[in-house]
């Protein structure tokens, strides 16, 4: 009987050896869901978005959308970094409320996304942001006139861009305090934490931040619980605002309303 025990005692241990080496080297197919759909933008002919063409530091061209400003935004543009699924065509919708206001937009889209070369990283997307922010210098649009807009994963990399420079505001959707701490609350049975490469950090540089901050996330969020946007919003420096919004979940807040509140708060931050 004990030698029985001992022998299933031995398998489970390897099994569960074998699970997180699995894991472990698979872990960026559970991080990155890009979609092999081809970006489109003949569905979208009335909003005025380009086809435009980004370099990385790495040698990438990157295919994005980007749309001026008009004249009463005082050069205002958004700059989206999108969640870890699909790709920017999905996004479209989600913000036609605000390009209909007039606001300048560049959906970037990521390496390994939306027909883009490359395969997306933590460090890979970095390349991403620095290549839209140059793109918009390009165009003469400022730092200083740039919103800068983290939808989930995008957080990550959203803030991080925020501690390098002032930005008209930073707008952060559903963020989290890193990936790590994501996965782990998702893989309670695994010591995921230790296991994650592309970490995204967020919790340690969010108090470098100069620029407005908004964090917006569902309390019913069940993909990045609550509870993590509000360790951000703790954490992170003024000027700030945090909207808590009951009922929402993590891809729904476009049905609460957040587009039009968010463009009150930029009427008013303009101002």
């Known amino acids: 009987m004990t030698k029985t025990i001992l022998s299933l005692l031995s398998s489970c241990i390897v099994l569960y050896a074998l699970l997180i080496l699995v894991l472990f080297l698979l872990q960026r197919s559970f991080l990155y869901f890009?979609?092999?759909?081809k970006l489109d933008l003949s569905q979208y002919p009335a909003i005025g978005l380009q086809e435009v063409k980004l370099k990385t530091e790495d040698g990438l061209e990157l295919t994005a959308w980007f749309r001026r400003p008009n004249p009463s935004r005082d050069g205002n543009t958004f700059l989206l970094f999108h969640g870890n699924?699909?790709?920017?065509?999905?996004?479209?919708e989600k913000f036609r409320r605000i390009?209909?206001?007039?606001?300048?937009?560049?959906?970037l889209e990521y390496?390994?996304?939306?027909?883009?070369?490359?395969?997306?990283?933590?460090?890979?997307?970095?390349?991403?942001?620095?290549?839209?922010?140059?793109?918009?210098?390009?165009?003469?649009?400022?730092?200083?006139?740039?919103?800068l807009y983290g939808e989930s994963l995008?957080?990550?990399?959203?803030?991080?861009?925020?501690?390098?420079?002032?930005?008209?505001?930073?707008?952060?959707?559903?963020?989290?305090?890193?990936?790590a701490d994501v996965a782990q609350r998702h893989y309670w049975f695994l010591p995921a934490r230790w296991l994650v490469r592309d970490r995204y950090e967020t919790l340690g540089?969010?108090?470098?931040?100069?620029?407005?901050?908004?964090?917006m996330h569902g309390e019913q969020d069940d993909i990045i619980d609550v509870s993590f946007g509000k360790k951000v919003f703790d954490a992170a420096p003024e000027p700030k605002t945090s909207w808590f919004i009951?009922?929402?979940?993590?891809?729904?807040?476009?049905e609460f309303g957040f587009d039009i509140r968010l463009l009150n708060y930029l009427e008013e931050t303009r101002y």
């Open 154 to 179: 995008g957080c990550g990399t959203a803030v991080k861009v925020a501690t390098e420079h002032h930005f008209f505001a930073v707008i952060l959707e559903a963020p989290y305090t890193s990936i």
């Open 246 to 254: 009951k009922g929402a979940g993590h891809n729904n807040l476009k």
């Open 205 to 215: 540089i969010i108090n470098m931040i100069t620029s407005p901050i908004v964090v």
């Open 85 to 92: 699924a699909g790709h920017i065509g999905h996004r479209v």
């Open 111 to 147: 390496r390994g996304y939306g027909g883009n070369p490359g395969k997306p990283s933590e460090a890979g997307l970095s390349f991403d942001a620095r290549a839209a922010l140059d793109f918009l210098a390009s165009r003469k649009i400022p730092h200083e006139k740039v919103i």
């Open 34 to 37: 890009p979609s092999n759909e």
């Open 99 to 107: 390009l209909e206001a007039g606001y300048g937009f560049l959906f």
